[in-house]
Nanobody
Framework: VQLQASGGGSVQPGGSLRLSCAAS????????MGWYRQAPGRTRELIAIITSGGVTTYTGSVKGRFTISRDSIKDTVYLQRSSLKPEDTAVYYCNVQRGGFMYDWGKGTQVTVSS
């Protein structure tokens, strides 16, 4: 199983980016999925969850600025991020939500917010 987060890059404060999460070896539409991020010098944190039925949950730091969604036909999970701040700079990852079980994190996708 391989999870692949993509769509990162460099953006100015206030800008937007959409991240994508796809997988090989599993079917994502059957799982609740989460987006995580790890900022330099900090532990990885969960920032958004979407259930297999489309119910979403966000942590306080991203609530109102980030939107998690999924496309069952493409079997892809997205994270649309707007009003980006320098503190959003991090490596972003996706993974399943199965009561503590996680697949290998992979490389993630780097997002850098700076002017």
């Amino acid at each position: 199983v391989q999870l692949q987060a993509s769509g990162g890059g460099s953006v100015q404060p206030g800008g937007s980016l959409r991240l994508s999460c796809a997988a090989s070896g599993i079917v994502l539409r059957n799982d609740d999925m989460g987006w995580y991020r790890q900022a330099p010098g900090r532990t990885r944190e969960l920032i958004a969850i979407i259930t297999s039925g489309g119910v979403t949950t966000y942590t306080g730091s991203v609530k109102g600025r980030f939107t998690i969604s999924r496309d069952s036909i493409k079997d892809t999970v997205y994270l649309q991020r707007s009003s980006l701040k320098p503190e959003d700079t991090a490596v972003y990852y996706c993974n399943v939500q199965r009561g503590g079980f996680m697949y290998d994190w992979g490389k993630g996708t780097q997002v850098t917010v700076s002017s």
